[in-house]
């Protein structure tokens, strides 16, 4: 059996070889001294192109790091006042979070945060997304702020609460979805009814209806077919909407920066993305507007006609 | 205003000096040293120097002052390894193989690569750049690409042979 499964590998040498998974020695019986000289020096060279190539955030947070560590010896004084500042702070918030039991969850970069409310409720928060909320008042009043984009799935119970900066969204028990940044106000309902109040209007989605307002564009309504909004199942999808929202999204998933100074960014958008694989994810927008996107430097890209 | 835009002791314009510069930087000691690791730690110490200084250095001249001290950086190493190759020498004589493997990548030979990656077919490219820069495992892009572990294997040697063909006969 092992003798069989090393023949099968030596099929593709080369390749198991610039893995590591062949030595050099067992190459060297494989191909001519020539050839064996011509591809130590090959692999070496895309050794260091790669590396070259490579992206340098690393490299930054360490010199971030070594520059802290330097300037920490000059700054002590400063630091000392930093410190008890600091701690005065920490002190001062914690008896702030003991007083008002205030619960705060955030989710970073491309990550995704499932939080379970007091009532078993469910949220589930995109990337760059903040939820909070008063345990204290909960049993009276279900409320929650959210800045970013949730789904959420409701007990039924008292009425249940979202209050974003574009307005509050009321249920009493139901799956919906809310996306709310600066101009970006959207609310899917998944199953039974959803109330939206925007600037003192109120709107009533049933299941499969949405409430959308982006910028200063009029109020959309769209139907929805699917029963869980698709970025819960790591694909972000997006109907008719501002390429600049697709981008920042994108920004948010995969910790980038995108310069769209160059493109036309309130060009409409219909399609969905990848959040596992960044460079499908690309793909799946840029080339369908048509865009070519540039690598600059580490983590920056920048969009082109 | 115009003073704080230039500014360099802003972290915002010292990140933007450090995007700018620092992989020109890399490459150009890496060509110095011959050695990926020794460009690295060199890159930094040059900006870290550079943050230092900030306050005497303008954002136009923020590139030439990175490449000076990078230059006068590797000119101390050189020494300093100097004196020590010559204490080695007086205690140990027979140690003249320093290492055999030492490869010696010449500029021309990195752009040999960079034109070999161009001319692979695009099959051959995809799998080569997952794996290369992106240090994926033959696993993971069979699953990416939806293709069987053996067909990556097989891009992949064809993409070596190919690239020995190119490097070799452009020289």
Redesign the interface.
Same mark, same amino acid.
């Given at each position: 059996m092992k003798i069989k499964n090393t023949n099968i590998e030596n099929e593709f040498y080369l390749s198991q070889w610039i893995e590591g998974n062949l030595a050099d020695t067992e190459l060297k019986k494989l191909v001519s001294e020539d050839d064996f000289l011509a591809y130590k020096k090959l692999k070496k060279g895309i050794e260091v192109f790669c590396d070259l190539e490579q992206p340098l955030d690393t490299s930054f947070e360490r010199i971030l790091h070594r520059m802290d560590k330097k300037t920490k010896i000059r700054k002590l004084h400063l630091k000392w006042i930093a410190s008890i500042a600091a701690m005065l702070l920490f002190f001062m918030g914690f008896y702030a979070l003991i007083n008002n039991n205030s619960v705060l969850n955030k989710s970073s970069f491309g990550e995704q945060k499932t939080i379970a409310l007091l009532d078993n409720s469910k949220v589930i928060l995109n990337a760059k997304s903040a939820l909070n909320y008063s345990k204290k008042g909960w049993k009276n009043k279900r409320e929650v702020f959210l800045n970013g984009e949730a789904f959420f799935q409701v007990e039924k119970g008292s009425t249940f609460t979202v209050k974003t900066k574009n307005g509050n969204i009321t249920v009493l028990g139901t799956q919906f979805n809310v996306k709310s940044t600066d101009t970006f106000f959207e609310v899917i309902c998944y199953e039974g009814k959803v109330r939206v109040v925007h600037n003192n209007k109120e709107y009533i989605l049933n299941p499969t209806n949405s409430f959308r307002k982006i910028n200063k564009n009029p109020i959309e309504s769209l139907n929805y077919s699917r029963k869980k909004p698709t970025w819960t199942l790591g694909e972000s999808t997006y109907r008719s909407v501002p390429l600049k929202y697709v981008i920042e999204d994108l920004e948010k998933q995969f910790n980038i920066q995108i310069n769209s100074a160059k493109i036309n960014n309130s060009s409409i958008y219909t399609g969905s993305f990848n959040h596992h694989k960044m460079d499908l994810a690309f793909k799946s927008v840029f080339d369908a507007m048509g865009l070519k996107y540039n690598k600059t430097a580490s983590n920056i890209y920048i969009l082109d006609n | 205003m115009d003073n704080d835009l230039k500014n360099i002791c802003k972290p915002k314009n010292f %990140?933007f000096i #450090?995007? &700018?510069y620092?992989?020109d930087l $890399?490459?150009f000691l =890496?060509f110095k040293f011959n050695d990926?690791e020794t460009a !690295?730690d060199v890159?930094?110490d040059a900006? @870290?120097k550079l943050? $230092?200084n900030c306050d005497r250095v303008s954002f136009e001249t923020a590139k030439s002052y990175l490449f000076t001290v990078g230059n006068n950086l590797f000119i101390n190493i050189k020494k300093h390894e100097q004196v020590i190759r010559k204490n080695k020498y007086r205690h140990t004589k027979n140690t003249t193989n320093e290492s055999p !493997?030492f +490869?010696l990548?010449e500029k021309e #030979?990195?752009t $040999? @690569?960079?034109n070999a990656i161009a001319d692979l077919s695009p099959k051959q490219r995809e799998v080569f750049l997952l794996?290369?820069? !992106?240090k994926k $495992? =033959?696993r993971e892009i069979a699953i +990416?690409l939806d293709i069987s572990v053996?067909a990556? !294997? %097989?891009r992949?040697?064809g993409a070596? +042979?190919k690239?020995?063909k190119i &490097?070799?006969l452009n020289s």
């Amino acid at each position: 059996m092992k003798i069989k499964n090393t023949n099968i590998e030596n099929e593709f040498y080369l390749s198991q070889w610039i893995e590591g998974n062949l030595a050099d020695t067992e190459l060297k019986k494989l191909v001519s001294e020539d050839d064996f000289l011509a591809y130590k020096k090959l692999k070496k060279g895309i050794e260091v192109f790669c590396d070259l190539e490579q992206p340098l955030d690393t490299s930054f947070e360490r010199i971030l790091h070594r520059m802290d560590k330097k300037t920490k010896i000059r700054k002590l004084h400063l630091k000392w006042i930093a410190s008890i500042a600091a701690m005065l702070l920490f002190f001062m918030g914690f008896y702030a979070l003991i007083n008002n039991n205030s619960v705060l969850n955030k989710s970073s970069f491309g990550e995704q945060k499932t939080i379970a409310l007091l009532d078993n409720s469910k949220v589930i928060l995109n990337a760059k997304s903040a939820l909070n909320y008063s345990k204290k008042g909960w049993k009276n009043k279900r409320e929650v702020f959210l800045n970013g984009e949730a789904f959420f799935q409701v007990e039924k119970g008292s009425t249940f609460t979202v209050k974003t900066k574009n307005g509050n969204i009321t249920v009493l028990g139901t799956q919906f979805n809310v996306k709310s940044t600066d101009t970006f106000f959207e609310v899917i309902c998944y199953e039974g009814k959803v109330r939206v109040v925007h600037n003192n209007k109120e709107y009533i989605l049933n299941p499969t209806n949405s409430f959308r307002k982006i910028n200063k564009n009029p109020i959309e309504s769209l139907n929805y077919s699917r029963k869980k909004p698709t970025w819960t199942l790591g694909e972000s999808t997006y109907r008719s909407v501002p390429l600049k929202y697709v981008i920042e999204d994108l920004e948010k998933q995969f910790n980038i920066q995108i310069n769209s100074a160059k493109i036309n960014n309130s060009s409409i958008y219909t399609g969905s993305f990848n959040h596992h694989k960044m460079d499908l994810a690309f793909k799946s927008v840029f080339d369908a507007m048509g865009l070519k996107y540039n690598k600059t430097a580490s983590n920056i890209y920048i969009l082109d006609n | 205003m115009d003073n704080d835009l230039k500014n360099i002791c802003k972290p915002k314009n010292f %990140k933007f000096i #450090f995007k &700018t510069y620092a992989k020109d930087l $890399k490459r150009f000691l =890496y060509f110095k040293f011959n050695d990926l690791e020794t460009a !690295e730690d060199v890159m930094q110490d040059a900006f @870290i120097k550079l943050w $230092k200084n900030c306050d005497r250095v303008s954002f136009e001249t923020a590139k030439s002052y990175l490449f000076t001290v990078g230059n006068n950086l590797f000119i101390n190493i050189k020494k300093h390894e100097q004196v020590i190759r010559k204490n080695k020498y007086r205690h140990t004589k027979n140690t003249t193989n320093e290492s055999p !493997e030492f +490869l010696l990548i010449e500029k021309e #030979f990195l752009t $040999k @690569i960079e034109n070999a990656i161009a001319d692979l077919s695009p099959k051959q490219r995809e799998v080569f750049l997952l794996s290369r820069i !992106e240090k994926k $495992k =033959y696993r993971e892009i069979a699953i +990416l690409l939806d293709i069987s572990v053996k067909a990556v !294997e %097989k891009r992949m040697h064809g993409a070596l +042979l190919k690239m020995r063909k190119i &490097t070799d006969l452009n020289s």
